[in-house]
């Protein structure tokens, strides 16, 4: 497999009470494509950050990270997050005054890769792939479900044609049998549509179903053994 993002040295820190706190430490760190990863870590461990920064919305104090070998500075923040990557949010943050169709074709509209011509049609496929039949489809996603609005979210994800997804706690406000079945969905990008996904959670069961789990730990990353 191939190396799709690669994190090389990148250092983090932030003033709390009068006092430096460094949460990111020289950490580096490959990711392969088509892959299904975890980030776990006690809380106030840094994994928001960490996320935050390898999807180009917040900055590191050093260090570089690299999008199929190219310094994703060079390639542009703006550029990098329109066309390359798409963020899977706890919280959903679509927009609540459009229907679930109209959020993914939003997100069509909004990149610049090569995306069909039938772009109606496609977002209801990519809903429908995911249970948002063409009625649910059609209402706001203020009227759908937690789990409905979170599949909402990742067809909205797919629809930009991105090969990289990033998911921050994206069941922690689901129940378990939703869960289950978000999880299913991230493992089917990877297996079926060769998506790279990193997923940061505090699930273990979650965590299980991944191909690789990783840890942030003293501020750096580093796989996690099988029986841990």
Do not use: W
């Not at 496609?122 to 009625?135: D, M, N, Q, T, W």
């Amino acid at each position: 497999m191939s190396t799709l993002l690669k994190l090389e040295n990148i250092n983090y820190s932030y003033i709390d009470g009068g006092m430096k706190r460094t949460i990111l430490k020289d950490c580096s760190f490959e990711f392969e494509a088509g892959k299904f990863y975890t980030i776990l870590g006690p809380s106030g461990s840094g994994k928001t950050t960490l996320l935050s920064i390898i999807a180009g919305l917040d900055t590191p104090e050093s260090g570089t990270f690299y999008y199929e070998g190219e310094d994703v500075q060079k390639i542009g923040l703006n550029k990098y997050r329109r066309n390359k990557m798409a963020i899977v949010f706890q919280q959903y943050n679509l927009i609540n005054y459009l229907t679930a169709h109209e959020n993914v074709l939003l997100a069509m509209s909004e990149t610049d890769n090569p995306i069909p011509k039938n772009k109606k049609g496609v977002a209801y496929a990519l809903l429908e792939k995911f249970g948002i039949g063409r009625s649910k489809a059609n209402r706001l996603v203020s009227k759908l479900s937690g789990g409905e609005q979170q599949r909402v979210a990742i067809a909205r994800a797919l629809g930009s044609n991105v090969d990289l997804i990033f998911a921050d706690e994206p069941t922690g406000n689901l129940d378990t049998a939703t869960e289950e079945e978000i999880i299913k969905i991230f493992k089917d990008l990877t297996e079926n549509f060769g998506k790279t996904v990193i997923v940061v959670t505090h699930s273990n069961a979650v965590s299980k179903l991944s191909d690789l789990r990783v840890k942030l730990e003293d501020g750096q990353l580093r796989l996690m053994n099988s029986d841990e």
